[in-house]
């Protein structure tokens, strides 16, 4: 059984920090591309940030700069580092583990950015 179990969400202020955290089980984590997308209020989901299998990374134009990516293949965890934050990074952050024939999601992680 696959699952993804985001941790880490919660409230914080502008300019503040967080860290979400993924733990991946059931699935031959180092082989997929791990990602983080995020669903806004009242807006369709998308593409926060990606690694893949190489290490190599992919970020959206409105977080570069502010967010990193990570993973760890020896703990099958994926966490993102959120610097900077602004209220517009208000969201639910979703975890995802693709590969070429498979494609899992978390249940999600809310974080809200607000004074």
């Known amino acids: 059984q696959v699952q993804l179990v985001e941790s880490g969400g919660g409230l914080v202020q502008p300019g503040g920090s967080l860290r979400l955290s993924c733990a991946a089980s059931?699935?031959?984590?180092?082989?997929?591309?791990m990602g983080w997308y995020r669903q806004p209020p009242g807006k369709q989901r998308e593409l926060v940030a990606t690694?893949?299998?190489?290490?190599?990374?992919n970020y959206a134009d409105s977080v570069k700069g502010r967010f990193t990516i990570s993973r760890d293949n020896a703990k099958n965890t994926v966490d993102l580092q959120m610097n900077s934050l602004k209220p517009e990074d208000t969201a639910v952050y979703y975890c995802?583990?693709?590969?070429?024939?498979?494609?899992?999601w978390g249940k999600g992680a809310l974080v809200t950015v607000s004074s």
């Open positions: 059931g699935i031959a984590f180092s082989i997929y591309t």
């Open positions: 690694v893949a299998s190489s290490g190599s990374t």
């Open positions: 995802n583990a693709a590969q070429i024939f498979s494609n899992y």
